[in-house]
Nanobody, 115 residues
């Protein structure tokens, strides 16, 4: 079993920054992909960014140039640095971890950007 603990969400003014963290613990041999998704009220959950074990990254068009995903393999932790935040970035952000055959989701952390 794997547990994911997210932190770093909160309330910030437009133009501000936040850094999300997601630490995985438990029975982990190797993590393939780590990523962040978000879900705003009334909308579907969407990919924000993902990073492979080799460091390859993918971003949604809406966050390119503003958000940076990174990971620390030794700590089984993924980060999301969010800069130049906009009100439309307001959502619950979820961490997702993909092992060889299993997928785990975090409990979500609220990010609210005020205008």
């Amino acid at each position: 079993q794997v547990q994911l603990v997210e932190s770093g969400g909160g309330l910030v003014q437009a133009g501000g920054s936040l850094r999300l963290s997601c630490a995985a613990s438990g029975t982990i041999f190797s993590i393939n992909v780590m990523g962040w998704y978000r879900q705003a009220p009334g909308k579907q959950r969407e990919l924000v960014a993902r990073i492979s074990s080799g460091g390859n990254t993918k971003y949604s068009d809406s966050v390119k140039g503003r958000f940076t995903i990174s990971r620390d393999n030794a700590k089984n932790t993924v980060y999301l640095q969010m800069n130049s935040l906009k009100p439309e970035d307001t959502a619950v952000y979820y961490c997702k971890v993909e092992l060889t055959t299993l997928v785990y989701w975090g409990q979500g952390t609220q990010v609210t950007v005020s205008s």
